[in-house]
């Protein structure tokens, strides 16, 4: 269950340039020389200096799954989202069992009490589903470090840039689990591994084994492309893809969301179905 706030976002694009210098000789004597040596004579070579991309920024899932339908107007602040892409290909009986949970949800959305899910339990998303930007993401692009940082529940994602992979028992289980990552060309290939069984995304399940890969890229200096595969040789017949675009404006500025005793947006009641709040309740 998704709450949407609509946002403009979108972070100045900050270009890289190289710079050179040519080294000038001077002549001390009378006899004719040059005042210059070519690169060429020098021994020296026009090999071109690159520099990653920045994706330092403020973000926000793009097209807007949130915004006013064009044709009504009407805002699409309690909204379900739909699985991405053409969803997973489960084995069974995993397959059977996340279809009849999906059937469920779908039947109480439709008869107006949604079920609660850990968005609205104040459970912190984990690995994929905090790149799923219901709220704002802010990516900061340090030397070493690449970390994300979630707007709802103020949520921390480290990124460690030409680190090698721990081995599996190595890794403490967790929500985001491990990440690793290197630049292949203007391609920063994400890889994240140890994200908790309990961690679920659209509630499909995963074992200890899945790999999380992203490919994340500029297409334009304020839009992001974000393919993701998930691999998990126990639970999935073949590697599952979707892709997650966002845009970025530097006019935004991060706000806390935190789950105290109570989610701020929404009731859950004793059947575990939630509701919005009322203007009254919301404090």
Request: glycine residues 6%.
């Amino acid at each position: 269950m998704k709450f949407a706030k609509t946002v403009l976002l979108a972070a100045a694009f900050m270009p890289f340039a190289s710079h050179s210098s040519i080294a000038k000789t001077q002549q001390a004597s009378a006899n004719t020389q040059p005042a210059s040596t070519s690169p060429q004579q020098a021994g020296a070579t026009n090999t071109p200096q690159t520099a990653e991309p920045n994706i330092t920024g403020v973000w926000e899932i793009w097209p807007d799954p949130f915004a006013p339908d064009p044709v009504t107007g009407e805002e699409n602040t309690f909204l379900e989202l739909p699985v991405p892409g053409d969803g997973p290909k489960l084995k069974e009986p995993y397959a059977s069992e996340w279809k009849a949970i999906r059937a469920e949800r779908d039947a109480k959305l439709k008869a107006g009490t949604p079920l609660a899910d850990p968005n609205t339990l104040c459970i912190p998303e984990g690995m994929p589903s905090v790149m799923g930007a219901i709220f704002p993401l802010q990516i900061l692009q340090t030397p070493g470090q690449i970390t994300v940082l979630a707007e709802f529940l103020t949520q921390t994602r480290r990124i460690y840039l030409n680190r090698k992979m721990p081995p599996l028992e190595d890794i403490t289980p967790g929500y985001y689990g491990m990440s690793t990552a290197k630049w292949e060309g203007d391609t920063l290939v994400v890889t994240t591994k140890g994200v908790k069984e309990d961690v679920r995304f659209f509630e499909i399940p995963h074992s200890d084994e899945m790999t999380i890969t992203e490919r994340i890229r500029l297409t334009a200096p304020n839009l992001i492309e974000n393919k993701i595969t998930i691999e998990d040789p126990k639970m999935l017949q073949e590697p599952y893809t979707f892709t997650y675009g966002y845009k970025r404006n530097d006019e935004y500025e991060m706000s806390e969301y935190f789950c105290e005793k109570e989610d701020p947006l929404f009731k859950v009641g004793e059947d575990g179905t939630v509701q919005m709040k009322t203007g009254e309740e919301v404090k």
